[in-house]
């Protein structure tokens, strides 16, 4: 059997705290179970939010921390050849579309949809109003040669063409058991795949870079948890494997009930400067996350 890769994999969009401690630790914990590594990845694609003095102040944190990574982690900064390849696939296989629709052109054409049809326009599992597919029923050249920035869509109609249905991925949990989920990517309608303004999005680039990492499990908070029906049919669509998930209570939720209510977001810069330990961090996230699925 191959050994189990777990990763980590924070944005370093602004500073470290509480929640990303019990993610990071959870990691740890259920790598250390399972006998498998640990490799950290750097998600700065968001090159206008993601700042370098952010990157070393959260590897400081890390450090602090004492997470066992293993060296050399992998920044997405330097993955736009590997995603431009991915999306070139998708694109040579007609499942993305170029769009250039604008938030307030999107905003338009979903109140006129549901002014003509009387009901809402479905929403995706962030709550946004699932794209109206105006540029889907238009000529890519065309669209293209109106010369604004362009997005790259799914086209999930020809998506699930490609991959049918039912796609399902498998939760394990502690003791290493698998459960099947069942994933309905639909829910997302033409998801963006490749952003205007950043050359990938992170659906793609997660799922990209978890292959390149040969990430077998992937453990992270309950707010990704929908995205993942997003990812398996994306790696069915781009030959990559599945790894096992685990989605865990989001320690703001717990946050109420097990800690001060403002600790689950307070920075762990600003903890250490007020004397924590490193053991004082585990504690607290570990009472936290107690009933954490
Ligand atoms: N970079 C994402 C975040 O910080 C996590 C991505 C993932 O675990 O898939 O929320």
């Given at each position: 059997m191959t050994q189990p890769v777990f990763r980590f994999a924070p944005s370093p969009n602004g500073r470290l705290h509480l929640g990303h401690a019990y993610s990071a630790l959870e990691n740890a914990r259920l790598a250390a179970d399972l006998g498998g590594r640990l490799v950290l990845r750097i998600?700065?694609?968001d090159t206008t939010r993601c700042r370098e003095d952010l990157v070393a102040a959260m590897l400081d944190d890390l450090a602090w921390l004492g997470m066992p990574f293993e060296p050399a982690p992998l920044r997405q900064s330097t993955r736009f050849p590997a995603y431009a390849a991915a999306a070139a696939r998708l694109r040579a296989r007609g499942l993305l579309y170029p769009c250039i629709c604008s938030r307030r052109e999107i905003a338009d054409a979903v109140a006129a949809r549901e002014a003509a049809t009387g009901a809402p326009v479905p929403r995706d599992p962030d709550g946004a109003p699932l794209y109206p597919r105006s540029c889907r029923a238009r000529d890519p050249a065309a669209v293209l040669a109106e010369g604004r920035p362009v997005a790259w869509r799914l086209a999930m109609d020809a998506a699930l063409v490609a991959a049918p249905g039912p796609h399902a991925y498998a939760r394990f949990d502690d003791g290493g058991a698998h459960a099947p989920v069942v994933a309905d990517?639909?829910?997302?309608?033409?998801?963006?795949?490749?952003?205007k303004e950043i050359a990938t999005s992170y659906h793609l680039a997660v799922v990209v870079d978890d292959a390149a990492q040969g990430v077998t499990h992937v453990v992270r908070g309950t707010d990704l948890e929908a995205a993942t029906d997003l990812h398996v049919l994306l790696q069915r669509l781009l030959d990559l494997p599945t790894p096992l998930y685990r989605h865990h209570r989001l320690v703001r939720d717990a946050a109420g009930e097990k800690?001060?209510?403002?600790?689950?977001?307070?920075p762990l810069a600003e903890l250490r400067a007020a004397g924590w330990t490193p053991e004082d961090v585990r504690a607290a996230v570990r009472d936290a996350g107690a009933g954490a699925r």
């Open positions: 998600e700065d694609i990517p639909a829910r997302w309608g033409d998801a963006v795949i490749v952003r800690l001060a209510k403002s600790l689950g977001s307070t």
